[in-house]
């Protein structure tokens, strides 16, 4: 009798170590998001892990890297673009959950100096003079062909007139918080990122603001991916709660749906 008991408490204890590997992964999602949220989103992970028991796994990118990842199969449960051409791509690449979609957040496009630079109060419209503005120094953004805070830097300034002259300056960076970082350095005297982005870096400074209609509405899209487990669906209905809209804009982001809790 009681060697049967001990026989059963044996496998009770190898099906657990069997088990409990399997079950632990369950309880993990991978999100995949643009760098510039990484502040953010690092926070809301921790809150949502601790109050969910489900660990986010976050990997941060320009979103086009994330986007062709996702394409060569990484495996990720959420994708969040910071433009919605990186998320039309993954969809139509039969990669994304279209029904899950939502654009999430918006942002703005600032001019950025290092905090000591003497630069200072830009105003940015019509006739700006970007290049005459860095002198003989480095102009720091995204790549402008593939990096979403890039591409709105180019659109806004080919439509203010400033690209052309410009354009020999630019360092082009893998992503938006590369760009930040060669501007925070001082290794470019002047950098083109997001209002959230300039927020949490304290050597820089901003100098001056885009106008909101001299490039497309900056959008970030999130969606779970066609592979996405279960879980994916909590976690994108926190990332559209009260608690979510009040860190996203304690960061300097524009919460875009209605709050859903």
């Given at each position: 009798?009681?060697?049967?008991?001990?026989?059963?408490?044996?496998?009770?204890?190898?099906?657990?170590?069997?088990?409990?590997?399997?079950?632990?992964?369950?309880?993990?999602?991978?999100?995949?998001?643009?760098?510039?949220?990484?502040?953010?989103?690092?926070?809301?992970?921790?809150?949502?892990?601790?109050?969910?028991?489900?660990?986010?796994?976050?990997?941060?990118?320009?979103?086009?890297?994330?986007?062709?990842?996702?394409?060569?199969?990484?495996?990720?449960?959420?994708?969040?673009?910071?433009?919605?051409?990186?998320?039309?791509?993954?969809?139509?690449?039969?990669?994304?959950?279209?029904?899950?979609?939502?654009?999430?957040?918006?942002?703005?496009?600032?001019?950025?100096?290092?905090?000591?630079?003497?630069?200072?109060?830009?105003?940015i419209g019509r006739g700006f003079d970007l290049a005459k503005l860095a002198g003989d120094g480095r102009i720091a953004a995204g790549d402008v062909n593939a990096v979403p805070a890039g591409k709105y830097a180019k659109a806004a300034l080919e439509d203010l007139g400033a690209w052309r002259t410009a354009e020999p300056k630019f360092a082009m960076a893998d992503s938006v918080r590369a760009a930040l970082t060669l501007v925070a350095r001082a290794e470019a005297v002047l950098g083109i990122v997001y209002a959230s982005d300039a927020r949490i870096e304290p050597g820089v400074k901003i100098v001056g603001t885009f106008p909101a209609d001299s490039h497309r509405p900056i959008v970030y899209p999130v969606a779970a991916t066609a592979a996405a487990k279960a879980e994916a669906a909590g976690y994108l209905a926190f990332l559209r709660s009260s608690r979510a809209k009040t860190t996203f804009e304690k960061y300097g982001f524009t919460f875009l749906p209605r709050p859903t809790s």
């Open positions: 009798m009681y060697r049967i008991a001990g026989l059963f408490a044996a496998l009770a204890v190898l099906c657990g170590l069997v088990l409990s590997p399997a079950l632990a992964e369950d309880k993990r999602l991978t999100v995949f998001a643009a760098a510039s949220m990484k502040n953010a989103l690092d926070e809301l992970n921790t809150a949502y892990a601790a109050n969910t028991g489900v660990k986010i796994v976050a990997s941060y990118a320009a979103s086009s890297t994330l986007a062709k990842q996702i394409e060569q199969g990484a495996p990720a449960d959420i994708f969040v673009s910071a433009d919605t051409d990186w998320m039309d791509y993954a969809i139509a690449r039969k990669d994304i959950d279209e029904s899950t979609r939502i654009n999430l957040l918006g942002n703005s496009l600032v001019l950025i100096a290092p905090k000591d630079s003497a630069i200072d109060n830009v105003a």
